[in-house]
C-alpha cells in the first residue's frame, strides 16, 4: 500500500517565516532605501573634487556632507569640518545644490520599519489562526488554506496486491479469527444488516509494544480491500486547546466520505487516559478524548467505519471509553508463545536468503520473551552478519549470534580485562551454570560466554526451556533465584572475596523472592493475599504496594531470609561440586565461550 502522507507544517513554522522576512527586510531593504550604495571619504577628498570639479550635486546636512560625481553614479558622503568659505567654493565649482539625494532618514521611516511593521504580520498572523482556530471549533471549517488543523491521518490508499495480508501477521491465532469478523462485515455488510446484527464500532488491540497491533490492523484493511486512516494518540495533542479535538473531527469527516474503511488509531492512552478532575489537569487531552466520544456515539451502526485502537496500558483507559458502543470489543494481542515465535521467525526469514536447514524452533526456544518485533529484528541481524562474514545467505550461527545481540548488545570487540577480572568472570558464569545443572527442574545450559558486550555485561549464561511455560512452581522459582546466586556464590567459594559483578543478579533475585511473597501467594505467613498490585502489565510490569507499613518490614525480612536460603543452597551445590567448578572456570577462561553440550560432557565427564 502507498502511504500518501498529508503535509504538516506546525505554527511555528509560520512564525518562523515572518521573523524571516523582518529579518530580511532589517538587514537588506532598509540600509537600501534608506541610503543606497554611499561611499565614506575623508574631508580632503570632498575638498580635492570641489577642486578640480569633479562634483555633480551636493547636499549639506547638519552632520555629514552628502555628494555625487560630475555625472552621478556614485554617492558619497564626509563628515561636516568647519569650512567657512565652503559654500563659495561650491558655488564657484558650479556643483548643484540638492535636497534630494538622499533624504535624511526620518525617525517616522526608521519607526515604521523597526518596529511597527513587524508587529503588524505578527498581529495579523495571530488573528489568521485565532479565525481559523474558532471556525474550526464551532464547526465550520471550510477547507483551509495551508491544511492547519487538519487530521494527520494517512491514508492507505486501497491497493490488494501489495498490502499487508494475515497471512504477514504470524503467531496471533486467536486475534486474527476475532478480526476475521470484521474483514467479513467490511466485505458485505449487508449480511449483518439483515439479519440486524450489529458490529462493534471500536475494537481495543491491547498488548505489549511490538506484537503486531499495527500488523493486524493494517492487516484487516488489506484482507478486506478498504482504505486504512491511522493517527498516532500522541498527534492529536498539539500546542493550542482545540486542535487535537479539530483533528478529530476531521479525522471522522473524512473517514466517513471513505466508509467502508478502517480508522487505526495507535497509543489511545496518549489521549484514552482516565480523566481524574485533578486541577490543572490536561485540558487539550479531555477535549479531545470527548470529541472522539462524541463522534463515536454520533455516526450510526453499520455506518461501516470500523475505529481500531491500539494499547499498552489498557488500566489507564478512561471507562467512557469502553462504554458499549465505543470500545467494546477488546482483542488481546499477547508476546507469542513459542509456536508462535517459530512462525513469526519463518514469516520474516521469507523475506532474506538463509540457509535450507535452519532449525527455527532452536532459534525460537532460545529467544524466549522475545516480541514480534525483536523477532523481525533478529533475522535482519543475522543478515546482517552473513553479509558481514562474506556469505550469500544467512546461517544457523548467523541467527543465534544475532539473539546474543538483541539480548545483550554486540560483542565489545576492544574491552580489555585483565587475567584476574577474566578468570572472576569465568567463575562467576560457571557459577550460574553449575547450580542450574545441578538443580533439577531448571533449564538446560545452552551457552557460557564471557566475552564482554556491549550492554555493560560481562558475560552470561544461556538457559533454554525445551517447550513452552506457562505455570512456574513454586520449587522453579526457587531454583531460579538459587541460580541467581549461583555467580556471587562461586566468586566467594573461589577468590574468597565478591565483586560488583552480581548487581543484576542481585536485582533479578530480589524482584523474583518479592513476587513469590506479595503476589503468588507462596509465603507461609501471609498466604493467598495480595500485598502488591502489577500498574501495568504489559511495560515492565512495576507494582504498587498495597499494605500496611509494619506488612511492609515483615515482607522485606522474609524476602532476605529467602534469598539467603537460596544463597545457601547454591554455596553447597557449588562445594560440593569444587572440582567442576575449578576445572570449567578454566576451560571457559581460556575458551571464552562453551557451548551446552561441551558444559554437560566436561561436567559428566
Ligand atoms: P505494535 O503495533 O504491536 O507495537 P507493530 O505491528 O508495529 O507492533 O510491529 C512492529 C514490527 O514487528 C512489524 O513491522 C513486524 O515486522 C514485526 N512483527 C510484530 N509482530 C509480528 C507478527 N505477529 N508477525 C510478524 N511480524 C511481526
Ligand atoms: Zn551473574
Known sequence: MDEIKTPKKPLIFYYGIALLIIFLLNAFAMPWLMERQVKETDYGTFMRMTENKEIGSVQIQHNQIIFTNKDETQIFKTGVVEDPNRTERLYDAEVTFSQEIIKEASPIMTLLFTW??????????????TRKLTERASGGGSSMMFGMGKSNAKVYVKSSSDGIRFTDVAGVDEAKESLTE????????SIFQEIGAKMPKGILLVGPP?????????????????????ISGSEFVEMFVGMGASKVRDLFKQAKEKSPCIVFIDEIDAIGQKRDGRIGGNDEREQTLNQLLTEMDGFEENAGVIILAATNRPDSLDQALLRPGRFDRRVPVELPDLKGREEILKVHAKKVRTDANIDFNKVARMASGASGADLANIINEGALRAVRDGRKFAIQADLEASIEVVIAGYEKKNAILSDKEKLIVAYHEVGHALVAAKQTNSAPVEKITIVPRTSGALGYTMQVDEGNRYLLSQEEIENKIATYTGGRAAEEIAFGSVTTGASNDIEQATKIARAMITRYGMSKNFGMVAMETVNNQYLGGDTTLACSAETQALIDKEVVTLVKTQYDKAYQILIENRSKLDELSKHLYEEETINGEEFMRILEA
Open 182 to 189: 470484521i474483514v467479513d462485515y467490511l466485505h458485505d455488510p
Open 210 to 230: 511490538g506484537t503486531g497491533k499495527t500488523m493486524l490492523a493494517k492487516a484487516v484493511a488489506g484482507e478486506a480491500n478498504v482504505p486504512f486512516f491511522s
Open 116 to 129: 511597527i511593521l513587524p508587529m503588524a504580520i505578527m498581529i495579523g498572523i495571530g488573528r489568521y489562526m
